[in-house]
């Protein structure tokens, strides 16, 4: 069993910044792409950003050099960094990640329970 826990979501003004973590942990033998995602109220689910187990990252329009996303192999952990926040990033961000159980076993795809961000104008 596997288990992705988020922090750092909170309340914040337009303009601020928030730093959020997701730490994985379990029955982990490696852990491929991590990355966050978020839902607003009536909309559908959407890529922030990801990051490859090798740094390679990739980022929605929106955010682009805003956001930075980063990981900590050691620690299964990913986090994003939020600059620059507008009232449109208004969202639960989830984290979301690919692990491997076993030395040969399928990738499975995991998801955190995901933390309110919110941002006022």
């Known amino acids: 069993q596997v288990q992705l826990v988020e922090s750092g979501g909170g309340l914040v003004q337009a303009g601020g910044s928030l730093r959020l973590s997701c730490a994985a942990s379990g029955s982990i033998f490696s852990i491929n792409a991590m990355g966050w995602y978020r839902q607003a109220p009536g909309k559908q689910r959407e890529l922030v950003a990801a990051?490859?187990?090798?740094?390679?990252?990739n980022y929605a329009d929106s955010v682009k050099g805003r956001f930075t996303i980063s990981r900590d192999n050691a620690k299964n952990t990913v986090y994003l960094q939020m600059n620059s926040l507008k009232p449109e990033d208004t969202a639960v961000y989830l984290c979301n990640a690919g692990v491997r159980t076993m030395v040969r076993g399928p990738t499975y795809n995991y998801w955190g329970q995901g933390t309110q961000v919110t941002v006022s104008s």
């Open positions: 990051i490859t187990s090798g740094g390679t990252t």
